[in-house]
Protein backbone atom coordinates (compact mmCIF):
# COMPACT_ATOMS: atom_id res chain seq x y z
CA UNK A 1 0.00 0.00 0.00
CA UNK A 2 2.99 2.47 0.85
CA UNK A 3 3.84 2.40 -2.68
CA UNK A 4 0.99 3.22 -4.04
CA UNK A 5 -1.15 6.37 -3.82
CA UNK A 6 -4.37 5.15 -2.87
CA UNK A 7 -8.10 6.58 -2.82
CA UNK A 8 -9.78 3.34 -1.69
CA UNK A 9 -8.39 -0.27 0.09
CA UNK A 10 -10.03 -3.30 -0.21
CA UNK A 11 -8.94 -5.71 3.19
CA UNK A 12 -9.71 -9.31 3.02
CA UNK A 13 -10.13 -10.35 6.70
CA UNK A 14 -9.68 -7.27 8.29
CA UNK A 15 -12.43 -6.96 10.54
CA UNK A 16 -11.02 -8.79 13.31
CA UNK A 17 -8.21 -6.29 13.39
CA UNK A 18 -8.66 -4.06 15.80
CA UNK A 19 -5.71 -1.33 14.29
CA UNK A 20 -7.66 -1.19 11.36
CA UNK A 21 -9.48 1.78 11.13
CA UNK A 22 -11.99 1.00 8.58
CA UNK A 23 -14.65 3.95 6.85
CA UNK A 24 -16.99 0.26 5.97
CA UNK A 25 -16.65 -2.68 7.90
CA UNK A 26 -18.84 -5.65 5.54
CA UNK A 27 -19.81 -9.11 7.11
CA UNK A 28 -20.38 -12.31 5.23
CA UNK A 29 -21.99 -15.64 6.72
CA UNK A 30 -21.88 -18.32 4.63
CA UNK A 31 -25.82 -19.13 5.24
CA UNK A 32 -25.26 -23.11 5.33
CA UNK A 33 -23.34 -22.70 8.35
CA UNK A 34 -24.51 -24.12 11.61
CA UNK A 35 -25.87 -21.88 14.08
CA UNK A 36 -23.49 -24.40 16.06
CA UNK A 37 -20.74 -23.27 14.24
CA UNK A 38 -21.04 -19.78 14.98
CA UNK A 39 -18.73 -20.02 17.99
CA UNK A 40 -15.34 -18.94 18.71
CA UNK A 41 -12.99 -21.99 18.02
CA UNK A 42 -12.73 -24.83 19.23
CA UNK A 43 -16.12 -24.66 19.93
CA UNK A 44 -17.22 -23.28 16.59
CA UNK A 45 -15.41 -21.37 13.65
CA UNK A 46 -15.09 -17.95 14.40
CA UNK A 47 -11.92 -16.05 15.06
CA UNK A 48 -13.64 -13.63 17.55
CA UNK A 49 -17.09 -13.15 19.37
CA UNK A 50 -20.55 -12.55 18.09
CA UNK A 51 -20.30 -9.49 19.82
CA UNK A 52 -17.94 -8.22 17.20
CA UNK A 53 -21.09 -7.62 15.02
CA UNK A 54 -20.87 -4.08 17.02
CA UNK A 55 -18.59 -3.13 14.52
CA UNK A 56 -20.19 -4.24 11.45
CA UNK A 57 -21.59 -1.50 8.63
CA UNK A 58 -23.25 -4.06 6.57
CA UNK A 59 -23.37 -8.23 6.76
CA UNK A 60 -23.89 -9.94 3.60
CA UNK A 61 -25.66 -14.09 4.14
CA UNK A 62 -24.25 -15.66 1.02
CA UNK A 63 -25.39 -19.19 -0.68
CA UNK A 64 -28.73 -17.97 0.23
CA UNK A 65 -30.37 -19.29 -2.73
CA UNK A 66 -29.66 -22.71 -0.98
CA UNK A 67 -31.61 -21.43 2.30
CA UNK A 68 -35.79 -21.74 2.68
CA UNK A 69 -37.34 -18.62 3.46
CA UNK A 70 -37.68 -20.01 6.84
CA UNK A 71 -34.01 -20.89 7.46
CA UNK A 72 -33.18 -17.58 5.90
CA UNK A 73 -35.26 -15.93 8.49
CA UNK A 74 -33.97 -17.80 11.48
CA UNK A 75 -30.23 -17.40 10.94
CA UNK A 76 -30.79 -13.39 10.22
CA UNK A 77 -32.79 -13.66 13.71
CA UNK A 78 -29.63 -15.21 15.36
CA UNK A 79 -27.20 -13.02 14.41
CA UNK A 80 -29.48 -9.64 15.65
CA UNK A 81 -29.44 -11.88 18.62
CA UNK A 82 -25.95 -11.77 19.02
CA UNK A 83 -25.85 -7.91 19.24
CA UNK A 84 -27.49 -4.75 20.00
CA UNK A 85 -26.80 -3.14 16.60
CA UNK A 86 -29.77 -2.99 14.19
CA UNK A 87 -28.26 -4.66 11.73
CA UNK A 88 -28.72 -4.22 7.91
CA UNK A 89 -28.49 -7.55 5.41
CA UNK A 90 -28.01 -8.04 2.18
CA UNK A 91 -28.23 -11.76 0.40
CA UNK A 92 -25.84 -13.33 -2.15
CA UNK A 93 -26.86 -15.95 -4.52
CA UNK A 94 -24.33 -18.52 -5.74
CA UNK A 95 -24.91 -19.99 -8.93
CA UNK A 96 -23.28 -22.47 -10.95
CA UNK A 97 -21.74 -21.30 -14.21
CA UNK A 98 -19.48 -24.34 -16.66
CA UNK A 99 -16.89 -25.87 -15.29
CA UNK A 100 -13.19 -24.72 -16.35
CA UNK A 101 -10.05 -27.19 -16.70
CA UNK A 102 -7.37 -25.59 -14.93
CA UNK A 103 -5.25 -23.77 -17.76
CA UNK A 104 -9.19 -22.99 -19.10
CA UNK A 105 -8.59 -24.57 -22.39
CA UNK A 106 -11.57 -26.91 -21.84
CA UNK A 107 -15.36 -26.48 -20.59
CA UNK A 108 -17.79 -28.23 -19.76
CA UNK A 109 -21.70 -27.39 -19.11
CA UNK A 110 -24.25 -28.08 -16.58
CA UNK A 111 -25.99 -30.15 -18.92
CA UNK A 112 -22.60 -32.51 -20.09
CA UNK A 113 -21.69 -32.70 -16.22
CA UNK A 114 -25.04 -34.30 -15.59
CA UNK A 115 -23.98 -37.16 -17.47
CA UNK A 116 -20.85 -37.56 -15.66
CA UNK A 117 -19.34 -38.75 -12.62
CA UNK A 118 -17.09 -36.78 -10.53
CA UNK A 119 -14.71 -37.20 -7.80
CA UNK A 120 -14.66 -33.52 -5.60
CA UNK A 121 -11.93 -32.07 -3.42
CA UNK A 122 -11.78 -29.08 -1.59
CA UNK A 123 -9.33 -27.17 0.87
CA UNK A 124 -11.52 -24.33 1.71
CA UNK A 125 -13.53 -23.08 4.87
CA UNK A 126 -17.08 -24.24 4.17
CA UNK A 127 -15.92 -27.29 1.64
CA UNK A 128 -19.98 -28.83 2.49
CA UNK A 129 -21.15 -25.67 0.47
CA UNK A 130 -19.04 -26.68 -2.51
CA UNK A 131 -19.98 -30.46 -2.44
CA UNK A 132 -23.59 -29.91 -2.26
CA UNK A 133 -23.87 -27.02 -5.11
CA UNK A 134 -22.21 -30.10 -7.51
CA UNK A 135 -24.71 -32.35 -5.97
CA UNK A 136 -27.39 -30.23 -7.06
CA UNK A 137 -26.38 -30.25 -10.68
CA UNK A 138 -27.23 -34.01 -11.07
CA UNK A 139 -24.21 -35.58 -11.47
CA UNK A 140 -23.11 -38.88 -9.81
CA UNK A 141 -20.21 -37.29 -6.72
CA UNK A 142 -18.72 -40.98 -5.97
CA UNK A 143 -15.95 -38.93 -4.03
CA UNK A 144 -15.58 -36.47 -1.61
CA UNK A 145 -11.62 -35.25 -0.11
CA UNK A 146 -11.43 -32.57 2.11
CA UNK A 147 -8.15 -30.24 3.20
CA UNK A 148 -7.63 -27.71 5.25
CA UNK A 149 -8.37 -24.84 4.63
CA UNK A 150 -5.61 -23.11 2.73
CA UNK A 151 -4.15 -25.93 2.08
CA UNK A 152 -0.87 -26.26 -0.09
CA UNK A 153 -0.64 -29.17 -2.17
CA UNK A 154 2.20 -31.67 -2.79
CA UNK A 155 2.21 -33.84 -6.37
CA UNK A 156 1.93 -36.57 -5.18
CA UNK A 157 -1.34 -35.58 -3.34
CA UNK A 158 -2.17 -34.78 -7.02
CA UNK A 159 -1.15 -37.85 -8.81
CA UNK A 160 -3.28 -39.99 -6.01
CA UNK A 161 -6.40 -37.82 -6.98
CA UNK A 162 -5.96 -38.23 -10.76
CA UNK A 163 -5.04 -41.67 -10.15
CA UNK A 164 -8.74 -42.43 -8.37
CA UNK A 165 -10.40 -40.23 -10.97
CA UNK A 166 -8.80 -42.54 -13.86
CA UNK A 167 -9.56 -45.98 -12.48
CA UNK A 168 -13.45 -44.76 -11.69
CA UNK A 169 -14.19 -43.61 -14.70
CA UNK A 170 -14.78 -39.70 -13.24
CA UNK A 171 -13.54 -36.77 -13.79
CA UNK A 172 -11.97 -34.07 -10.71
CA UNK A 173 -13.33 -31.38 -9.52
CA UNK A 174 -12.64 -28.65 -7.22
CA UNK A 175 -12.78 -24.85 -6.17
CA UNK A 176 -11.47 -22.04 -7.82
CA UNK A 177 -9.34 -21.14 -4.85
CA UNK A 178 -7.61 -24.78 -4.72
CA UNK A 179 -6.63 -24.43 -9.00
CA UNK A 180 -4.84 -21.56 -8.46
CA UNK A 181 -2.45 -23.50 -6.06
CA UNK A 182 -2.67 -26.44 -8.17
CA UNK A 183 -2.09 -24.74 -11.25
CA UNK A 184 1.71 -23.76 -9.85
CA UNK A 185 2.65 -27.47 -9.12
CA UNK A 186 0.56 -29.41 -11.89
CA UNK A 187 0.90 -28.87 -15.59
CA UNK A 188 -1.15 -30.80 -16.41
CA UNK A 189 -5.21 -29.40 -18.21
CA UNK A 190 -7.19 -32.47 -16.93
CA UNK A 191 -8.35 -31.04 -13.38
CA UNK A 192 -11.74 -28.79 -13.58
CA UNK A 193 -12.63 -26.53 -11.21
CA UNK A 194 -16.18 -24.60 -10.37
CA UNK A 195 -16.87 -21.25 -11.88
CA UNK A 196 -19.28 -19.24 -9.37
CA UNK A 197 -21.73 -16.19 -10.83
CA UNK A 198 -22.61 -14.24 -7.84
CA UNK A 199 -25.50 -12.00 -7.83
CA UNK A 200 -26.64 -9.76 -4.57
CA UNK A 201 -30.56 -10.44 -4.87
CA UNK A 202 -31.24 -8.32 -1.37
CA UNK A 203 -29.53 -5.17 0.19
CA UNK A 204 -28.02 -3.67 -3.12
CA UNK A 205 -29.61 -0.43 -2.86
CA UNK A 206 -28.56 0.10 1.43
CA UNK A 207 -25.19 -1.54 0.43
CA UNK A 208 -24.54 0.81 -2.64
CA UNK A 209 -25.51 4.02 -0.87
CA UNK A 210 -22.91 2.88 2.29
CA UNK A 211 -20.63 2.39 -0.59
CA UNK A 212 -21.05 5.84 -2.13
CA UNK A 213 -20.84 7.48 1.27
CA UNK A 214 -17.19 6.02 1.40
CA UNK A 215 -16.26 7.03 -2.37
CA UNK A 216 -18.11 10.03 -2.38
CA UNK A 217 -19.99 9.23 -5.26
CA UNK A 218 -16.86 8.99 -7.40
CA UNK A 219 -17.60 6.36 -10.49
CA UNK A 220 -14.05 7.31 -11.95
CA UNK A 221 -11.80 5.84 -9.31
CA UNK A 222 -9.44 3.12 -10.98
CA UNK A 223 -9.21 -0.29 -9.00
CA UNK A 224 -5.77 -1.77 -8.44
CA UNK A 225 -5.56 -5.12 -7.31
CA UNK A 226 -2.16 -4.87 -5.12
CA UNK A 227 -2.48 -8.66 -3.79
Known sequence: IKKNVLDIAIMDDGHQHLKVVADLNIVLFDGLTSLRQLRVAPMGSL????????????????????????DLAVFKQHLLSQTWRNLQFGEIEYHLGPLQSAHRNKQINLEQLKKLKTICF?????????????QLTGTELLAKHI???????ELQEINELLAEAKEKGAILLTTEKDIVKISEIYNG????????????????????TLLNRVIGGDSSLQWMDIR
Open 122 to 134: AGVGSPEGFFRFI
Open 47 to 70: REGMDALRDADFVFITRSNLLSAQ
Open 147 to 153: YPDHHKY
Open 189 to 208: DDIYFQSLELKITHGLDHFL
